[in-house]
C-alpha cells in the first residue's frame, strides 16, 4: 500500500496549485487588461489626428473667407509690378512687327506700375472729343 502524505504536505500541494492556477489566470487578465488598454489608446490616438486636421480644415476655411489685408494688396501689387517688367522685357526681345510699329510700346511700364484703379485701354479712346 502506498504511503499517505502528511496533511502539511497536503496542504502545501493544495496552496501551491492554488497559487498556480491564480497566477495562470492573472498573467491572462494582465493579457486582455493590456489589449484592452492598447485599443482605448489606438482610438484615442484616431481620434486626435482627426481632430487636428478638423481644425486644420477650419483654419484654412476661415483664412480662405477672410478679406485681404492690407499687407496681402501691397504684396499683390508688387506681383503685379513684377509680372509687368517681366512682360516689358519680353516684348522687347520680340522682333518688331511688318507694320512697321517698334517692339515695345512706350510707356508700358508707366501704366502697368500705376494705380490698380486704372483700367486698361488707352486713354485717348476714354476722352470725349471737343465741343463746338
Known amino acids: 500500500m502506498a504511503k499517505r502524505p502528511s496533511t502539511p504536505s497536503e496542504l502545501r500541494e493544495a496552496v501551491e496549485r492554488t497559487v498556480q492556477a491564480t497566477v495562470g489566470s492573472a498573467e491572462r487578465q494582465r493579457d486582455r487588461t493590456q489589449g484592452a488598454i492598447d485599443d482605448i489608446a489606438g482610438t484615442v490616438d484616431n481620434l486626435r489626428r482627426g481632430a487636428e486636421a478638423s481644425l486644420a480644415r477650419g483654419r484654412r476655411a476661415l483664412d480662405d473667407a477672410r478679406p485681404a489685408s492690407h499687407e496681402d494688396i501691397r504684396e499683390l501689387r508688387a506681383e503685379v ?52
Open 81 to 132: 509690378r513684377r509680372i509687368g517688367r517681366r512682360l516689358d522685357e519680353i516684348e522687347e526681345r520680340l522682333p518688331a512687327k511688318r507694320s512697321g510699329l517698334p517692339a515695345k510700346r512706350s510707356g508700358s511700364t508707366a501704366k502697368r506700375s500705376g494705380s490698380t484703379a486704372k483700367k486698361s485701354g488707352s486713354s485717348a479712346a476714354r476722352r470725349k472729343p471737343p465741343s463746338s
